[in-house]
Antibody
Framework: EVQLVESGGGLVKPGGSLRVSCAASGFALETYSMNWVRQAPGKGLEWVSSISRGSSYMYYADSVKGRFTISRDNAKNSLFLQMNSLRAEDTAIYYC??????????????WGQGILVTVSS | DIQMTQSPSSLSASVGDRVTITCRAS??????VNWYQQKPGKAPKLLIY???TLQSGVPSRFSGSGSGADFTLTISSLHPEDFATYYC?????????FGQGTRLEI
């Protein structure tokens, strides 16, 4: 059974840093690109970042570019998101999501349960 | 970035109704549109990918259509468990974007 479990969330002050993790199980992490998606309280979904299977390619939303860094450790079945210079508007539930591919299109076929990050003084 | 605009933003319907949600992209995205369902307090769930392909395990009352810039998600006969928020998503390029969501209410 595919499982994605996020951890590392919490309360952080504006300007602070936090690293969230996603533990993957039930599939070979090294064969999938992975993503982070966030959802501010009461709002819609916002894609944050993606990383290719071997970490050769990383992409970021403009809203986090230069502040967030995505990484992975395939040997440890883990995905990470290092968040620096945090702002109040980064407050959200952060989901990790596996990137599936089919019919020439990629999509997010499995999601974690999400972890809350709150940026507040 | 490609903007995805869903309509309506909210929709009231009854069990057994047929409902359609539309999603318009700000430019052509070929068939690179996916649909997700999200219930309160839960992670999103993939329903449809590549505009019209039903994800494994998803009931056949869900269907998707469209190509280019205009897409639709149709639920042929609403079940009680279908009341949720629905999002379209484009994966045409590396800067993925979601629609703002459509809240389907009883």
């Amino acid at each position: 059974e595919v499982q994605l479990v996020e951890s590392g969330g919490g309360l952080v002050k504006p300007g602070g840093s936090l690293r969230v993790s996603c533990a993957a199980s039930g599939f070979a992490l090294e064969t999938y690109s992975m993503n982070w998606v966030r959802q501010a309280p009461g709002k819609g979904l916002e894609w944050v970042s993606s990383i290719s299977r071997g970490s050769s390619y990383m992409y970021y939303a403009d809203s986090v570019k230069g502040r967030f860094t995505i990484s992975r450790d395939n040997a440890k079945n883990s995905l990470f998101l290092q968040m620096n210079s945090l702002r109040a508007e980064d407050t959200a539930i952060y989901y990790c999501a596996r990137e599936g591919r089919g019919a020439g299109v990629y999509y997010f076929d499995y999601w974690g349960q999400g972890i809350l990050v709150t940026v507040s003084s | 970035d490609i903007q995805m605009t869903q309509s309506p933003s909210s929709l009231s319907a009854s069990v057994g109704d047929r409902v359609t949600i539309t999603c318009r992209a700000s430019q052509s995205v070929s068939n690179s549109v996916n649909w997700y369902q999200q219930k309160p307090g839960k992670a999103p769930k993939l329903l449809i990918y590549a505009a019209s392909t039903l994800q494994s395990g998803v009931p056949s009352r869900f269907s998707g259509s469209g190509s280019g810039a205009d897409f639709t998600l149709t639920i042929s006969s609403l079940h009680p468990e279908d009341f949720a928020t629905y999002y379209c998503q484009q994966s045409f390029n590396t800067s993925i974007t979601f629609g703002q969501g459509t809240r389907l209410e009883i």
